[in-house]
């Protein structure tokens, strides 16, 4: 297994702790909303942030015990999906010549995931399984291809290019 530059690694750490941190806050308002002390705070907080990212209607969000997570489907899809992409880059990082393909995967998700949204906006298309599952798709697609373009790039710019 070839070695990673440095900085790769700790950009790699530095993604984990933020997917993670972000993963949490919109996770929040569905466990701790009515919670007292920072708990609370954060929760309620955390709710109100997230509306300048996503819609957050109640008929497209899940909800736990009657409490709406911070985001609709889509984005708990897209969201879950960068944090595995992120996991997976990291337990299993793609093969440098085939970067360009990843990225053109990358891109079909994300058409595959507007196409999705157009169905719901042009007909009566309502399934949460969908919105969600193109959005992780999408999520987990972008950033796998994020962390191998990001390796190979450094790898070119520290003199490791081959292969």
Known sequence: MSKHSPLYRLLLIATGVLLTLWNLAWLAPAFW???PGLRGAWARGSYVCFRFVCHQRPDRT??????PLGVCQRCSGLYTGLWMGWLAGWAAPWTRRRVRVLGYGALA???FMGIEWLLGVLTTW???ETRFLTGLIAGGSAQYALLAGFDRVLRIEGGQAGG
């Open 33 to 35: 909303f009515g919670a």
């Open 62 to 67: 899940f909800h736990i015990d009657g409490r």
């Open 109 to 111: 998700a994300w058409g």
């Open 126 to 128: 309502n399934h949460p």
